[in-house]
């Protein structure tokens, strides 16, 4: 849909055995003109979300806490916890799981949303890449009453405010970039192969436990750190770990974190692209 509230003139034909990928540009701009019907697609799914549930918007705030405390209880407690450091921790664990999410949405929801989505795609055509972006958006805005608890618990549970605060933003532009190009790649790799969805599953337990939130970077052996920061959450989360710990990244992480968020948009855009024409066939 164009400024003027119109659709612009270009059809899409969707040919299976077609391997030419679509010019860049005037795919984006296809995308972007029905930005108002992602709005309204992610709207409409958190309202029927919400609506079948007793408590509504307050599940996306209980579970992160609710996670958050049982692996403070098993890190502080169990561990002979009370020192300093470790309650210290406690901010930066629950906004560790609060932002985790958004990955873990795109890894998940993002993943399927174009299976999820298959009456859609099979009777009307539309640039498929508006579904698993939408996915993503949709987490960004059922993340907001997160983010406004966090707001609040932060300071009350001690957490510290440093300079590094005013990176957050970057950091998490990264990691919403980083986010899109997850989905679109994903989302290909669930709708093509059979076993996709069962396979994502063990990939995401895996990320969960390789990505630095239920534990310190600082508490990671050099040999398990390098086991664990190949993968590109790792320097995303230990950035975000420095800064909810009051300090400023490392220069170090916020590359990494640049340079895997644009890879991952990269990839994923040419490999959403070049195998968009075969999700009909595949569902």
Not at 18 to 34: C, F, G, M
């Amino acid at each position: 849909m164009s400024e003027t509230g119109e659709y612009s003139d270009v059809e899409y034909v969707f040919e299976a055995n077609s391997t030419a990928v679509p010019d860049l540009r005037d795919y984006i701009e296809a995308v972007w003109e029905r930005r108002q019907f992602m709005i309204e697609l992610a709207r409409a799914d958190l309202r029927s979300l919400r609506t079948s549930t007793a408590l509504g918007n307050i599940w996306s705030v209980l579970d992160p806490l609710f996670q958050s405390a049982i692996y403070f209880f098993l890190y502080v407690v169990l561990r002979g916890g009370g020192s300093k450091s470790q309650a210290a921790f406690l901010p930066i664990l629950i906004g560790g799981f609060f932002l985790l999410g958004l990955s873990m949405a795109a890894l998940g929801e993002g993943g399927s949303s174009i299976k999820r989505a298959k009456g859609l795609l099979l009777n009307s055509t539309f640039p498929r890449a508006i579904l698993p972006i939408t996915s993503v958006y949709k987490a960004l805005r059922n993340f907001v009453p997160s983010a406004c608890v966090f707001v609040v618990v932060f300071p009350v549970l001690g957490g510290k405010v440093g300079t590094g605060l005013f990176l957050l933003p970057l950091v998490f532009v990264l990691q919403t970039v980083m986010n899109v190009g997850i989905s679109l790649l994903i989302s290909t790799y669930v709708t093509l192969v059979p076993d996709g969805t069962n396979v994502m599953t063990y990939v995401n337990r895996v990320l969960f436990f390789a990505t630095p939130v239920v534990y310190p970077v600082s508490l990671l052996p050099s040999s398990a750190k390098i086991f664990v920061a190949w993968q590109p959450l790792f320097p995303l989360f230990a950035a975000y770990q420095q800064i909810l710990g009051g300090g400023v990244p490392s220069a170090a992480y916020l590359i990494e974190t640049a340079l895997w968020a644009f890879a991952l948009l990269f990839i994923g855009i040419r490999v959403f692209l070049r195998h968009e024409r075969e999700f009909a066939m595949a569902l």
